[in-house]
């Protein structure tokens, strides 16, 4: 389950982990095209741009990085954003609710069910609310296998992610993942966290109730 490189028909994910925190950096690459998202730009410029460097081998086509999107605004998440985006040029994207808190302008501020269209695939824009505002995850759904959930801290394997003890925070996240994610996708849907393994949604459902009774 925990494979740093996950082949599917149209695209090809790697993920590295970075910083002391160990935060995930993934990369989705459009065999066909070439076009590129890469997701959380945590830390370690070095090791994102060898990432870059490594996905040359996933596709037919001269890669090209088309946007960097950020799950949400924690500095963690960030480090390497500002850095990335002088080398690149490239465009970034996170929720509305926290892009002015970001080190970087963004350009594109995504809402609840907006579509990116890369050449070769798609990802949809998950809003959950609770961890941060604007917290965002982004769904991949391989044409020929479950979809990928790339949930930043919002969903892990155990549980859902910090609300700092507020019951609000914590009722509104854990209702947002409940409704927009496990009331939409299939079990086999492989969820990418912000820290740590991938689960996947049968693994966590069970545990639903008890997250909520416990109220973390």
Do not use: C
């Amino acid at each position: 389950m925990d494979s740093l490189i996950r082949s599917l028909r149209d695209i090809t994910i790697r993920r590295i982990s970075v910083g002391e925190m160990d935060n995930n950096v993934y990369l989705l690459t459009s065999k066909a095209s070439g076009a590129q998202l890469l997701i959380d730009a945590a830390d370690d410029l070095a090791a994102i741009q060898e990432l870059l460097a490594d996905a040359a081998a996933d596709t037919s086509a001269t890669p090209k990085l088309a946007l960097i999107a950020t799950t949400h605004q924690h500095w963690d998440h960030v480090r390497a954003l500002p850095g990335l985006v002088e080398a690149t040029g490239v465009k970034t994207a996170a929720g509305t609710d926290d892009a002015p808190e970001l080190p970087v302008p963004v350009d594109v501020l995504l809402e609840h069910g907006d579509v990116g269209n890369f050449d070769g695939f798609d990802v949809t824009a998950v809003h959950l609310r609770g961890h941060t505002p604007g917290s965002i995850a982004l769904v991949y759904q391989d044409p020929e296998g479950p979809a990928h959930i790339f949930s930043g801290d919002s969903l892990f394997p155990g549980g859902v992610g910090n609300t700092q003890n507020d019951p609000e925070r914590f009722a509104q996240l854990i209702t947002d993942v409940s409704e927009r994610l496990f009331d939409v996708y299939r079990d086999d849907t492989i969820v990418h966290p912000g820290h740590g393994k991938p689960t996947t949604l049968g693994a966590e459902r069970p545990h639903l109730s008890e997250w909520r009774a416990r109220g973390w």
